[in-house]
């Protein structure tokens, strides 16, 4: 105990306080994550991102020999921070049926379930639930495949070409939207060059808030012109999809919530499709062997491309994150002489199917 103890409280200087407060940054994405999805918590945005860090940073200035201490507390706090939400959300589910015994029955019960589940899959699956749970993520990011995913990866790759000098297959194509004959929308009866219109039901969470669920959506577009400097080039929009079009219009019946977004005159997109040709004019169309034929509005682009290396580079840490803590599950951790060591050749032997070989 006092070997642990004396690591809790060790020294750490300026550059290991550093790389701490760059970890208290990634927690506070579990921490914003918990107190918005279970106390509603949701402002100020940054309160955890200045909180963590600068707490940390405090106690080095203040009490130097807690800096890990704090540290470590932090990571505790996101479990305890999600048992307590458990806890809450479910009073207050069943306080809202006016039965106050029940609520806190039913909480406690769901608390000593999530507790004991995860001591059980602790000590059972040990680092095993760690990777797997990794490796689930990662399939499944790489076999589900949707339209917007197509699209957001492909204009990251194509280069965006000029209609005047586009080859001919699978192009990337920016510029302005002209209507050669108008589409009728369903809400407000506009004129435009094409809509998108989805039908979603309504229903509540336990918290009485409104949750929205996709029951119908309709494209409907009809063939345009799309302009750059360099010319113009008609769009047969047969099959065309909508990734990022302005929202136009909404209003909801109380069990229905009806949206329309418009594709209007003069909309500046980008525009990912197949460049062919038919009497010796050329004309975009669905592009059959990457199968896309899509558009999205280039300001909404423009914002992804800006922010998605961010994205990208905080699931590569934690993917590398949460492999490393289930290597430190695995293997054999040994404390001695205010030190902490970490075997790793010893992990092979708590894995059982190479242990078995």
């Not at 060790?10 to 990634?26: D, G, K, P």
């Not at 800096?67 to 507390?73: A, R």
């Not at 329309?260 to 592009?287: M, R, W």
Request: one cysteine or more; hydrophobic letters at 50%.
């Amino acid at each position: 105990m006092e070997e642990i103890s004396n690591i809790l409280f060790q020294e750490i200087n300026w550059i290991e306080t550093f790389f701490l407060t760059l970890f208290c940054l990634f927690m506070g994405i579990f921490y914003a994550v918990i107190f918005s999805s279970f106390f509603n918590v949701n402002k100020p945005k940054w309160l955890f991102f200045v909180v963590l860090p600068g707490v940390l940073i405090l106690t080095k200035i203040l009490v130097a020999k807690a800096v890990f201490f704090v540290f470590i507390s932090y990571f505790f706090g996101i479990f305890i921070s999600f048992l307590l939400g458990v806890l809450y959300k479910t009073i207050r589910s069943y306080a809202k049926k006016k039965n106050k015994k029940k609520a806190v029955g039913s909480a406690m019960l769901q608390l000593v379930v999530v507790i004991a589940g995860l001591f059980l899959g602790a000590y059972l699956l040990q680092g095993y639930i760690v990777l797997l749970g990794v490796l689930f993520f990662i399939i499944r990011s790489l076999l589900v495949r949707t339209t917007k995913k197509n699209f957001l990866r492909l204009q990251l790759d194509l280069p965006t070409s000029k209609i005047r000098s586009m080859a001919m297959g699978l192009v990337e194509i920016e510029g302005s939207t002209s209507m050669l004959e108008p589409v009728i929308s369903r809400i407000g009866k506009k004129e435009c060059i094409g809509y998108r219109y989805t039908v979603e039901k309504i229903s509540k969470d336990s918290e009485g808030r409104n949750q929205y669920s996709i029951i119908k959506e309709e494209t409907v577009c009809n063939n345009f012109l799309l302009s750059d400097d360099t010319g113009s080039v008609e769009v047969h929009a047969k099959g065309i999809e909508f990734v990022w079009i302005k929202k136009d219009d909404s209003y909801s019946n109380g069990t229905k919530r009806y949206t329309q977004y418009l594709l209007k005159e003069d909309d500046q997109v980008l525009l990912i499709g197949g460049a062919n040709s038919k009497n010796n004019t050329p004309f975009i169309g669905h592009e059959p062997i990457k199968d896309v034929f899509a558009l999205g509005c280039i300001n909404a682009v423009s914002r992804w491309n800006r922010y998605q290396p961010l994205l990208h580079s905080g699931i590569t840490f934690l993917i590398l994150f949460f492999i490393f803590t289930a290597f430190v599950l695995l293997a054999d951790v040994i404390v001695s002489k205010n030190m902490m060591y970490i075997d790793y050749k010893s992990m092979w032997d708590n894995i059982p199917l190479i242990n078995d070989l």
